[in-house]
């Protein structure tokens, strides 16, 4: 899509500040960050969201997590705690509507339920 911020991104014509890149999935730091750390991670290929996902993205979304959990280590938050948000929908705070993950730590975060 050519006018989706997060496409943008994994075609490089906007910079952003990378931690990871691969041939599916880009993460990069959230420029108004949440939390001390605050790492979108986002796949390569365009999803408007969760409600867009078919049986075929499911490999997808599985390394979504698999690159939180590295992530998470490599940021020296997976023993504290950390917490993966992704949002779905205008009503639910979506803002750029591909698919993403937040992946935020570094605080206590307060409970949700």
């Known amino acids: 899509m050519s006018d989706c911020l997060f496409c943008k991104i994994v075609k490089g014509d906007i910079p952003s500040t990378n931690v990871y890149k691969d041939e599916q999935v880009i ?33 997808l979304i599985g390394r ?3 690159i939180a959990k590295m992530l998470a280590a490599q940021e020296g938050i997976a ?25 935020l730590g570094g605080r206590q975060m307060k409970a949700l339920g």
Not at 79 to 103: D, P
């Open 27 to 59: 993460a990069f730091r959230d420029i108004n960050p949440a939390a001390p750390t605050h790492i979108l991670i986002v796949p390569n290929k365009h999803i408007d969201s969760v409600n867009m996902l078919i049986p075929d993205d499911e490999p």
């Open 64 to 66: 979504l997590f698999g």
């Open 79 to 103: 023993e504290g705690g950390y917490r993966l948000i992704v949002n779905t929908g205008a009503e639910a705070g979506q803002t750029v509507f591909h698919l993403h993950m937040h992946l």
